[in-house]
């Protein structure tokens, strides 16, 4: 693993590409030789693609829904354009040079008509449409020099007419050569042709030509409304040879040439995206005379132009090259805010984003792109620490990126991590980094308790006597903290494109909060930590600490009127639980009453009760260190059962806090709490209520008496998930459970045994089915399992116990029932739940599975598809169980998940998805038998190809030719060749029976097909 250079300069800005629009077009039939992509454009709503077939997609921009398509007749489309005021509109141009303007009628759910043809232009080459700004109109240019305007009276318009009008088309001029661009602001139509740049007033009927000095080329020019805001008129740019503009004002006067040639010298910067890692020459730079054969306004302080070679992003008032980066083989940019969508020559089409560093890297983590957001790091490193970007970079987020990477595998970056980090905090200031933090916005004192007073440099000061006041300090921090909040509010927007750092402004408090959750306290909460949080975190547990001291001395002092003698306690009464049991109660420890009454009476109780535990998990981590154990799976079997029947007896004494040896009387009390809480829960039946009585009335010995309680109450329980410990946990004691539950899962050691000491009476569990037990344990469990690690041993060990898996889905949406997220996701259509999804979940989280099947649930195979953007977070195999009653719907997923992937790369992306082996011949079998054509088609009653039958489509013929192609032993292609041959798929079973010699099998179906084809050429198979 090699060092990732560092860019020297300091760039603020990158281009990035979060998710590839193959799959689009490929869904849209555009990646093909006979039909591509021509036009493209881009609204606040719309992303329109126009194809050489004569079509217009129109598809919505969240969530890349298809929802329209028009037809023409005329030819391919040529030009697109969007109306920007009105989504309902949209023009394009043909081939043949008419212009026809749509009316798409959504709000009114209507369906799309043409309210405007016009043959002004035909038998001419249009070469730029552009919409008014104000009004429906619509600009039109053609390559002999020809502008029209076409002014449009819509349906809606005529309901409020007596009589529709159809206005003729204006013409409002003709320049001398060719139009290459057109832009319209404020009254005002900008001209640029092959020569030069004309400024029109439309209103006026009045011309200006722009400059002295004529061009030869295309080369583009465009308003800059960006000085409209200060109440100054907007400025004008045109391109000139050289890497040239001139600066122009609102009555097209020259004020300034702006030269950019010796700016281009840098090198590129790379483009963030998924396809590959980013790579950057430092000796890549030499100055670049350009010609710009466009200008497009972008965001608010940004301008953007493309070459043969690249994107180039300028900031035209302060003579800045924001960035540029090589994107080859461009034939035309649309953009909308920070949104750029790249048509290719050969038809593709790439959605990038202009973004700031940090906003980028932020993206990187939040869909769990480890490797790829570190590189980032390293490479803007510079910008990271000399820029804005350490407010959101926190050394926290760099800490748990450096975390997530492989130490064997990205050893370099996590040393070029390190050094990143050393250089946002310098090790000689990290002991006053909190201090730092705080003084930066507030000033503090120490009082003598050791607690920070926290006093706002923006407030008047408080008296001695006010801060004596715990009351009135509390209400202060209210007040700092909204203080606070405003503040950082006002510091959200980005230097240069501010527009568009709303939708990428994601709150990372979590982050922040669960670190503070992990430090070490002083006695009022002050954390003692060596880097600095946010102040708003600092005020936060200042409130805490505060608030808690005031709750806990209030409970103390009012204990101490009630009972002064607290070492002293009574003894319970018959009919009355005691402290121990009350304390003993099954709880979640989120539940800030029941824990500050364990802290007071129960944690020695509690510790005794764990002592058990820890000396036989710190047992059982020892044995399995040896080798001689850890390679012998009967060795490690019996380990693993020894220790889990340490852990069933620590939890059933947990949960059934009435087994004890004190008598009848205390027993039957505790059981009666028992019942009381699983009746509250609605669990308990009549069977085990009556079972309970006759042990009570019995003269069984202590011991039965316990294990029948346990075992009914078991019975009883197996329908609740237990999500969060029933006590608190040490995180080292957590860690360890999780280690050895979860190993216990996947070795399948489920069965326990409760040894008691008093009597030596053993309690084997019932032997049931191994996905019964599975479930069981899932469910007793659950909050001490490692949930990836579950996941993928469910996955392997019960793939044909379909209970196990949703037992496992149905735990993570109880765990994540209690995430305002999940009851967020009950409304809207997909494409908004997959937003929020995106925006509100880590792309590494666990729980990402159990709001995958809500959406699958809701929304079927429609939702299967759009998982392809959570992968690798969400695997085929996952999917597969997730739709196991539904196999097919599998196959549209894995399809949209190859065919997102260039097509050069979809074969060893295939492969690296069959794991193991064996699935190459269930997905096989799985293609050819869903969408094929019947069999009564492809082959006669003695099973013999029909003539011509190859040429019959099948629906997923592409992912069958993929899978058949990938390299394999003898025995797997002569497996699939009779798969292929069973159901007809004659091109796979030709192409493998040339791969296995079977060069006569081949001849005799060519026959039977009666396509000579086969046989001639280079295009033939034999």
């Excluded at 608190?728 to 040894?755: G, M, P, R, W, Y």
């Amino acid at each position: 693993m090699t060092f990732v250079p560092v860019i020297a300069e300091s760039y603020s800005h990158v281009l990035a590409e979060f998710e590839s629009l193959d799959p689009l077009l490929s869904a849209l039939r555009l990646d093909s030789s006979r039909l591509k992509c021509t036009s493209i454009a881009v609204s606040r709503k719309w992303l329109a693609l126009g194809s050489s077939g004569g079509g217009l997609h129109l598809i919505q921009k969240e969530g890349w829904k298809h929802r329209l398509f028009l037809s023409h007749r005329e030819g391919a489309i040529s030009q697109v354009a969007c109306c920007l005021h009105d989504d309902d509109y949209v023009a394009v141009a043909t081939s043949q040079g008419l212009v026809v303007v749509w009316e798409l009628n959504q709000e009114r759910r209507g369906k799309p008509e043409q309210i405007y043809v016009s043959s002004e232009h035909k038998g001419r080459r249009v070469t730029a449409l552009c919409w008014d700004t104000a009004i429906l109109r619509v600009f039109v240019g053609d390559h002999v020099g020809k502008v029209s305007a076409i002014k449009l009276n819509t349906s809606k318009q005529a309901k409020a007419a007596t009589a529709f009008v159809m206005f003729p088309v204006q013409t409002i001029t003709t320049v001398d050569s060719s139009v290459v661009q057109l832009d319209y602001l404020d009254g005002r139509l900008l001209i640029s042709s092959l020569t030069r740049s004309f400024l029109c007033d439309t209103e006026r009927e009045k011309f200006w030509k722009i400059g002295n000095k004529e061009r030869d080329g295309e080369y583009g020019a465009c308003f800059f409304p960006e000085r409209c805001s200060g109440g100054q008129q907007p400025l004008i740019y045109c391109a000139r040879p050289g890497s040239r503009m001139w600066e122009v004002n609102f009555d097209g006067e020259v004020i300034s040439t702006h030269q950019f040639k010796k700016l281009l010298s840098l090198p590129p910067l790379p483009v963030i995206t998924l396809r590959s890692e980013p790579q950057y020459d430092p000796t890549a730079g030499s100055s670049q005379s350009l010609s710009f054969p466009k200008l497009l306004h972008l965001s608010e302080h940004c301008m953007l132009t493309w070459t043969e070679k690249g994107i180039y992003i300028f900031i035209p008032q302060n003579v800045q090259v924001l960035l540029w980066s090589e994107v080859k083989d461009i034939q035309d940019v649309a953009v909308y805010k920070n949104e750029l969508f790249c048509l290719h020559l050969n038809g593709k089409v790439s959605h990038l984003s202009l973004l700031s560093v940090e906003r980028c890297v932020e993206r990187l983590l939040r869909r769990g792109l480890w490797n790829l957001a570190a590189r980032t790091c390293c490479l803007f490193q510079n910008s990271i620490i000399a820029s804005r970007a350490r407010k959101t970079l926190t050394v926290e987020k760099l800490e748990h990126l450096k975390s997530q990477l492989d130490h064997t595998t990205y050893s370099d970056l996590i040393s070029q991590l390190e050094e990143l980090i050393l250089k946002l905090e310098p090790l000689d200031s990290a002991c006053s980094s909190r201090r730092s933090s705080i003084s930066s916005y507030e000033s503090f004192s120490i009082l003598d308790s050791g607690i920070y007073r926290i006093i706002s440099s923006r407030r008047g000061s408080q008296s001695d006597e006010d801060s004596c006041s715990l009351h009135s300090q509390t209400l202060s921090e209210d007040e700092r903290l909204k203080e606070f909040t405003s503040h950082q509010e006002e510091e959200l927007p980005d230097q240069y494109c501010g527009s568009h750092a709303s939708e990428d402004n994601v709150s990372h408090a979590p982050v922040v909060f669960e670190t503070d959750k992990n430090e070490t306290f002083l006695p009022f909460g002050i954390p003692l930590s060596f880097r600095s949080p946010s102040p708003l975190v600092s005020l936060q547990a200042v409130k805490e600490s505060v608030s808690s001291f005031v709750r806990k001395t209030t409970e103390k002092i009012g204990t101490l009127h009630t009972n002064p003698d607290l070492k002293v306690r009574p003894e319970p009464r018959g009919d009355e639980p005691s402290c121990e049991e009350d304390v003993s109660s099954v709880t979640c420890p989120k539940e800030e009453d029941i824990e500050e009454k364990k802290e007071v009476t129960g944690q020695p109780l509690e510790e005794d009760r764990f002592q058990e535990l820890k000396v036989a998990t710190a047992e059982a981590m020892t044995k399995l260190e040896d080798p001689l154990v850890l390679f012998e799976p009967e060795s490690l079997r019996m380990v693993l059962q020894e220790w889990l029947s340490q852990l069933e007896q620590t939890f059933a004494m947990k949960d059934f806090s009435g087994i004890s040896d004190t008598g009848n009387s205390s027993m039957k009390s505790n059981q009666d709490e028992l019942l009381l809480d699983q009746s509250k829960k609605g669990i308990l039946d009549e069977d085990n209520e009556k079972g309970k009585r006759n042990s009570l009335d019995g003269e069984e010995t202590v011991d039965q008496i316990a294990c029948e309680s346990l075992s009914s109450s078991r019975e009883s329980l197996d329908d609740l998930f237990q999500i969060c410990s029933p006590c608190t946990i040490a995180k080292s004691l957590q860690n360890d459970l999780a280690e050895l539950t979860t190993l216990c899962l996947e070795l399948n050691v489920l069965n326990c045994k409760i040894k008691r000491t008093s009597g030596h009476v053993d309690y084997t569990l019932q032997q049931d089915p191994p996905e019964v037990l599975a479930c069981r344990f899932l469910k007793k469990y659950f909050f001490l399992l490692d949930l990836k690690r579950t996941k993928e041993s469910i996955k392997l060990s019960y793939a044909n116990s379909p209970s196990v898996w949703d037992t496992f889905i149905e735990g993570l949406k109880e765990m994540a029932s209690s995430n305002p997220t999940y009851m967020e996701m009950e409304e809207g259509d997909l494409p908004t739940r997959l937003k929020l999804l995106d925006d509100s979940v880590p792309f590494d989280s666990p729980l990402l599975i159990a709001y995958a099947d809500r959406l699958y649930e809701k929304f079927g195979e429609s939702a299967l598809r759009s998982l392809i953007r959570f992968y690798p977070s969400i695997l085929p195999s996952d999917v597969m169980q997730l739709c196991h009653h539904h196999p097919a719907q599998f196959l549209a997923y894995l399809d949209s998940l190859v065919k997102s992937r260039p097509e050069d790369q979809r074969s060893s992306f295939l492969e690296s998805l069959l794991q193991p082996e064996s699935l190459r011949l269930d997905w096989l079998l799985l293609a050819v038998s869903r969408d094929a054509p019947p069999s009564t088609s492809t082959m006669d009653s003695e099973g013999y190809p029909r003539p011509h039958s190859h040429l019959l489509s099948w629906g997923y013929s592409q992912l069958i030719l993929h899978l058949i192609k990938l390299p394999a032993d003898f025995t797997t292609k002569g497996k699939m060749a009779d798969i292929c041959r069973s159901c007809g798929f004659w091109p796979g079973y030709l192409t493998l029976c040339l791969e296995l010699e079977r060069r006569r099998e081949a001849f005799t179906n060519i026959v039977y097909l009666n396509d000579m084809s086969l046989m001639e050429g280079d295009n033939g198979m034999l």
